[in-house]
């Protein structure tokens, strides 16, 4: 049972937009601390995606945005595309467990 | 550029010590905070713990009694150890660098596979 939840998979057609939250609590997301996003493809390492609740590393698409509010945080996925197809994790501070990861998603692009 | 490379062991025995190494090249240990990261087949991220480079550590509380993290500026190395190893410790190790003020990972080692087996 991960720290931040996230769900398990979501899916979607090529061009179409996707969601992803990542749900924390009053000791991590709530208590101000920042979220990060990764993307890790199939057998590699994971990469940053989004740092500090909506910005993104350079080199990363546009597509990809971040918002954060409360205790929770959402990663948007803007023109669906087939290499986007991935699993993403949220990742956050907590005040008691240090460093936090979400549970990973796994997108699916139809 | 930074890069990160993880290395050590593949296989470790049961109740044995798990011991790993990250190099870093293109840019100094100095002034950054130094992760391990676990994955377990299938499963997701959990992280093990961090090292600035003063040698200070911060550990995930449910391994802090079996981990090690300690510095070797002279060879901008890293390295973890993880005591009394079960098959529940079989996962790949990352390692990765994160910003003097901020908690995101920017630069992530390739991963490497460690088996937990007699």
């Known amino acids: 049972q991960s720290v931040l939840t996230q769900p398990s998979s979501v899916s979607g057609a090529p061009g ?5 939250s990542c749900t924390g609590s009053s000791s991590n997301i709530g208590a101000g601390y920042n979220v990060h996003w990764y ?16 910005n993104r590393p350079s080199g990363v698409p546009d597509r990809f945005s971040g918002s954060k509010s409360g205790t929770s945080a959402s990663l948007a996925i803007t023109g669906l595309q087939p290499d986007d197809e991935a699993h993403y994790y949220c990742q956050s501070y907590d005040t008691s467990l240090k460093k936090v990861f979400g549970g990973g998603t796994k997108l699916t692009v139809l | 550029q930074v890069q990160l490379q993880e290395s050590g062991p593949g296989l470790v025995r049961p109740s044995g010590t798990l011991s790993l190494t990250c190099t870093v090249s ?6 950054y905070y130094w992760n391990w990261i676990r994955q377990s087949p299938g499963k ?10 003063s040698g200070s550590t911060n550990y995930n509380p449910s391994l802090k009694s079996r981990v090690t993290i300690s510095v070797d500026t002279s060879k901008n190395q890293f390295s973890l150890r993880l005591n009394s190893v079960t ?25 490497i596979s460690v088996t937990v087996s007699s």
């Open chain 2, 44 to 53: 997701g991220l959990e992280w093990i713990g961090s090292l600035y480079d």
């Open chain 1, 39 to 54: 993307q890790q493809l199939p057998g590699t390492a994971p990469k940053l995606l989004i740092y500090d609740n909506n």
């Open chain 2, 26 to 31: 293109g840019g100094s240990i100095g002034n």
């Open chain 2, 87 to 111: 098959a529940a410790d079989t996962a790949v190790y990352y390692c990765a660098r994160e910003g003097p003020v901020t908690t995101h990972l920017d630069y992530w080692g390739q991963g």
């Open chain 1, 16 to 20: 179409q937009r996707v969601t992803i």
